[in-house]
């Protein structure tokens, strides 16, 4: 499972600890070769939260109001992944996403 606390360094109550910015590491191409890979990704992603946002509301209904807990933390997993490619977008981390990093 993921770490709840994995993002902590980027709340705007902790970015007065963050160290200061460097330069982007790698080829400018190949970062924008990979950016339009992770857009594609992320609007998959985007359409998977939504699927499982339906289908989840639909058990909601149908299974006295609990909740899947697979389909909620397969919905925790998404979103961090979609946290992480967004960081790499904005570069804001020089770390890919998965399938070019462990997924956590």
Known sequence: ?????EFDDVMP?????RKPEQPVGENLFTRFVYMVIIAFMISFASTIIGILALL?????LTNQ???????????TDVGIWV?????????????KPWPWTELD
């Open 13 to 17: 109550e902790n970015t007065a600890r």
């Open 65 to 75: 109001r609990k909740p899947n807990e697979r389909i909620a933390a397969l919905g």
């Open 83 to 95: 946290a992480k490619a967004t960081r790499y977008q904005t570069a804001a981390s020089e770390v």
């Open 56 to 60: 989840q509301f639909i058990i909601l």
């Open 1 to 5: 499972m993921a770490d709840p606390n």
